[in-house]
């Protein structure tokens, strides 16, 4: 689900590791704890585990895509009509093409921001914004609750996904859902358009535009 980092900047200046950094044993294969999320209900898979070997670290990091501004972002040249809503300032948008959640949408200013540099206007929007999509979400048939997530290593400009988490699939509830998203089957596509539509017109009674993509 993350975006692809752009390739490391070989002109960029020598970092040196945390001091964090430097206890981490890199290069080894880290043991399994006694007690680990392999062991919740809610983990996805089962068998024997192993810790991967750690990297060495990298620094300075890769660039994330959109950090050479708006011209090379995905979401600033993706035109406002693909969006499930949008006002002035901010968009809803769908992710891909296929669903295997009732819903999975995303939350982004429409201008190029990291969560650091959003000005206050817009920093003043998000709560009430979140709280609109996560009310949007949750009036879909049979969702239980929605999760707000916020990552920033893909992309460097801000954005919130909220994965709808369907009701009495306890399994699901908590930290994997985003991984339980790439294993259960798709969505109906005529379900997953509905949905979508939902969503958007639920926004747009409180203010902002429906727009194509729901049609």
């Known amino acids: 689900m993350a975006t692809p980092s752009t390739p490391q900047d070989p002109d960029a200046p020598a970092q040196e590791p945390s001091a964090f950094v430097r206890r981490v044993p890199t290069g080894e294969r880290l ?3 006694a ?10 898979f089962e068998g024997e585990l192993r810790v991967k070997h750690v990297q060495p670290p990298v620094l300075p990091e890769p660039a994330r895509h959109g950090e050479g ?7 600033c040249l993706k035109p406002v009509a693909e969006a499930l809503w949008a006002d002035h ?50 009036g879909l048939d049979g969702v239980a609750r929605v999760h707000v997530n916020r990552w920033g290593d893909g992309a460097a400009h801000l954005h ?14 908590g930290t994997f859902l ?16 509905r949905n979508h539509r939902l969503i958007a017109e639920s926004m747009a009674a409180e203010g902002g535009t429906v727009h194509a993509l729901t049609q």
């Open 31 to 33: 043991p399994m704890p």
């Open 69 to 75: 501004g708006p011209g090379q972002c995905h979401t």
């Open 160 to 173: 919130f996904w909220l994965l709808a988490r369907p009701a009495g699939l306890l399994q699901l509830r």
């Open 35 to 44: 007690r680990s999320v392999a062991d919740w209900e809610t983990f996805p």
């Open 89 to 138: 300032h901010w968009r809803l948008d769908a992710i891909g093409t296929e669903s295997r959640l009732p819903a999975v949408v995303m939350l982004q200013p429409r201008g190029h921001y990291d969560l650091a540099d959003l000005p206050a206007e817009r920093a003043t929007e998000l709560g009430p914004l979140l709280q609109r999509a996560e009310r949007a979400v949750l």
């Open 178 to 193: 985003p991984v339980w998203e790439e294993l259960l089957p798709p969505l109906p596509e005529e379900e997953r358009r």
